[in-house]
């Protein structure tokens, strides 16, 4: 059994698989773990004190910028998860990086891992800019150290 994170000091969240994430294959969709990995990233943000109003307010947004996914496992209705997420990288000028655990609270066994590379942009432009000092702030406290 796997049981154990990638990194230190996970943001964790409990996830169960239900009969809107399973595709006509019988298992979690693969679409499932992507909103999964959108919606415990927005979670995590909001733990650290950024939340939308504060990206609307200062018209920035980390966008997505290339995004890499490992299916391990299939998921099934019922299936209990235990969902993580990091910060592991970037220069926090224009980017950073986030990655995405998700391990079969049965099991132990990891099912999925994901990663972010993100980059700050400009709400009305959608161009990159500079990542605003309360962002850098709020992430770079929650950089976790990466082997």
Known sequence: MDSHWDYESPFV???????????GLGHVNNTAYIR??????????????LVVEDYVRAQRAMAIHHAGY?????????????AATWITG????????????????????????GVWQLICVNLETSKPVRIPKDFI??????LVNTP
């Open 13 to 23: 969240q409990d996830i169960t698989a239900g009969d809107s994430d399973i595709d």
């Open 70 to 82: 490992d299916y391990l496992q299939a998921c099934f209705t019922g299936d209990k998860l235990k």
């Open 36 to 49: 999964w990995c959108e919606s415990l990233a927005w979670s995590h943000s909001g733990s650290l004190g």
């Open 137 to 142: 702030a709020a992430y770079r406290g929650a």
């Open 90 to 113: 970037g220069d926090f000028r224009l980017g950073m990086e986030r990655r995405f655990q998700m391990i079969n609270a049965t099991s132990g066994e990891t099912v999925f891992r």
